[in-house]
């Protein structure tokens, strides 16, 4: 459902032709791309829980999927893992991609942090690529704020910062749905062009 949204947004009809950069996957795409045999270009998905992305690169033998582990902070998902800085290099090397997507991993970061990880992206986009991410933006005084206990469990934006951090990070945003569109279980999501 997920994926059939975000190709409607795109207007493309699958992923088929697309190179697509999966940042903070999981396991539920490869498991859809895979077990459900969707149109895929080509895969690459990263992630910081090493377990899980080793148990994908072990287990999936299709060539047009590549799993990485990336060893940066995350107060919820890694806290033992390095800094990360605008600067930090994604582990795949000099690539580019048709499209970066990011689903559900804004909505467990710090400011600085999403701040950080949209200029990151912003240098492995192709030109005429595309960013499509969900995020968890709530009315608020402030800009953020987190919605439950512990720091990143559920991390929620105002709308105005999150326009301000693409436009500061290089990025256009195309188009901002709000939360379960046609039923779809997915927070606000923006389609969003390098400038
Ligand atoms: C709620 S899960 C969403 C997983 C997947 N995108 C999905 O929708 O099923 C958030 C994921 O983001 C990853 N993550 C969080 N911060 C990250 C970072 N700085 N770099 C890469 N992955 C990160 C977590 O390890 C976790 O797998």
Same mark, same amino acid.
């Given at each position: 459902?997920?994926?059939?949204?975000?190709?409607?947004?795109?207007?493309?009809?699958?992923?088929?032709?697309?190179?697509?950069?999966?940042?903070?996957?999981?396991? +539920?795409?490869?498991?859809?791309?895979? #077990?459900? *045999?969707?149109?895929?270009?080509?895969?690459?998905?990263?992630?910081?829980?090493? *377990?899980? =992305?080793?148990?994908?690169? +072990?287990?999936? /033998?299709?060539?047009?999927?590549?799993?990485?582990? &990336?060893?940066?902070?995350?107060?919820?998902? #890694?806290?033992?893992?390095?800094?990360?800085?605008?600067? /930090?290099?994604?582990?795949?090397? *000099?690539?580019? !991609?048709?499209?970066?997507?990011? !689903?559900?991993?804004?909505? $467990? %970061?710090?400011?600085?942090?999403?701040?950080?990880?949209?200029?990151?992206? +912003?240098?492995?986009?192709?030109?005429?690529?595309?960013? !499509? !991410?969900?995020? #968890?933006? %709530?009315?608020?005084?402030?800009?953020?704020?987190?919605?439950? $206990?512990?720091?990143?469990? $559920?991390?929620?934006?105002?709308?105005? @910062?999150?326009?301000?951090?693409?436009?500061?990070?290089? &990025?256009?945003?195309?188009?901002?749905?709000?939360?379960?569109?046609?039923?779809?279980? =997915?927070?606000?999501? @923006?389609?969003?062009?390098?400038?």
């Amino acid at each position: 459902m997920l994926i059939e949204y975000m190709c409607q947004r795109l207007g493309i009809a699958d992923l088929g032709k697309t190179d697509v950069l999966d940042f903070g996957c999981g396991c +539920r795409f490869a498991d859809a791309i895979v #077990n459900k *045999e969707l149109p895929i270009g080509r895969y690459t998905g990263i992630d910081i829980d090493k *377990e899980m =992305i080793e148990f994908l690169s +072990r287990n999936v /033998s299709d060539t047009r999927l590549a799993f990485y582990y &990336w060893d940066v902070q995350n107060p919820l998902y #890694n806290p033992n893992g390095e800094a990360l800085t605008s600067n /930090s290099s994604l582990p795949v090397g *000099e690539r580019d !991609f048709d499209l970066i997507c990011m !689903f559900s991993v804004i909505t $467990h %970061q710090l400011p600085d942090d999403a701040e950080n990880l949209l200029r990151i992206l +912003r240098r492995y986009v192709r030109p005429e690529g595309r960013l !499509f !991410f969900s995020a #968890n933006i %709530q009315d608020m005084d402030g800009d953020y704020r987190e919605m439950a $206990h512990r720091p990143t469990l $559920h991390s929620a934006y105002s709308a105005a @910062f999150l326009q301000g951090l693409l436009a500061r990070t290089g &990025w256009k945003c195309l188009s901002l749905e709000g939360k379960t569109p046609q039923g779809v279980p =997915i927070q606000d999501s @923006f389609l969003c062009a390098p400038v």
